[in-house]
């Protein structure tokens, strides 16, 4: 853009160049053609000065007249055409000046205009730079917290396992693991169902539509999560109805930890067999079974 302006500057500045010189060549012209005029005459001077002492001396007043009217005339012309020139010569100066000053205030608005974004361009990089080192140094002091978190967890987990005493070997090892043990008594004799620790597995719709909820059923969505532990509790299902005095044991503890012996458990239990009738695990004449056991 400051490229075009500077060209259509130039081109201005010659264009009156032109026309200025083209007046001052026709004036010059003129001048020149009055001089060779004066340069004629020059040699009628004093003949004209003859001619008017010779009209003063006939008294000829008319003819004197016209002779110093014609010689006047002729001096004044080169004055005026003079300064005619010179005019016209002040006018180009003027004329080109002036273009000069406009075209070159509209190079001075543009280089404005790129000094303006050259200095935001500065500004903004200045900015991002000043950024990226604030987040240089935020990361560093960010990494330097989270080394100290980790020694300190380190350290912790050291003071952690120095507590205590060693643990010597042993062959055997008493755990307790929540497990259900449920007896379903009917007129032909009970039965017993051990649930071991396990996860819900999805149950599919085929298991869904099978028939009553039995422990078949039961144990098609609960994954075991220790197969060796799921057959010891089987173990204890055999055991049970092997030998009277161990089951007639795990009655009393049966009944002592049963969770329908409370009322908060029982409302419990309800609330959760209505939701497995809602999911439709479970019929609506199996839920009104269900919730009728006491």
């Known amino acids: 853009n400051i490229k075009k302006i500077q060209v259509k500057r130039d081109e201005n500045i010659t264009r009156i160049a032109k026309n200025y010189t083209r007046k001052l060549r026709g004036l010059h012209q003129n001048r020149v053609r009055i001089e060779r005029i004066l340069e004629r005459l020059s040699t ?11 009209c003063r001396d006939r008294k000829d007043e008319a003819g004197e007249f016209q ?15 003079n300064k005619e020139i010179e005019n016209v010569e002040d006018a180009k100066k003027i004329e080109v000046s002036r273009a000069r000053i406009n075209l ?18 500065e500004a903004r990089v200045r900015l991002e730079e000043q950024e990226m080192a604030d987040l240089e140094k935020m990361t560093s002091s960010i990494i ?13 987990l050291n003071e952690i396992d120095e507590m205590g005493t060693q643990e010597q070997n042993r062959n055997w090892v008493i755990a307790y693991l929540t497990v259900y043990f449920v007896c379903y008594e009917t007129e032909v004799g009970k039965r017993y169902v051990v649930y071991p620790p396990s996860t819900i597995s999805s149950m599919g719709i085929k298991t869904k539509l099978k028939g009553v909820l039995g422990g078949k059923k039961m144990k ?10 799921a057959g010891l509790l089987d173990r204890l299902v055999d055991l049970t109805q092997e030998n009277p005095v161990f089951e007639k044991e795990i009655t009393k503890a049966g009944i002592k930890a049963n969770i329908l012996r409370t009322t908060e458990l029982r409302v419990g239990v309800k609330r959760g067999i209505i939701e497995l009738k809602d999911e439709n695990w479970i019929s609506e004449s199996q839920c009104e079974v269900l919730s009728k056991l006491e």
């Open 104 to 121: 070159d205030d509209r190079v001075n608005e543009a280089m404005q205009v790129i000094h303006d974004i050259e200095a935001a361009k």
């Open 67 to 81: 002779l110093c009217q014609k010689l006047d005339e002729i001096k004044k012309k080169i004055p005026v055409l």
């Open 220 to 229: 098609s969505f609960l994954q075991s999560r220790s197969p060796a532990i």
């Open 144 to 156: 330097k917290q989270i080394d100290n978190l980790i020694k300190a967890k380190e350290v912790s």
């Open 44 to 54: 009628t001077v004093d003949r004209c000065d003859l001619d008017i002492k010779s």
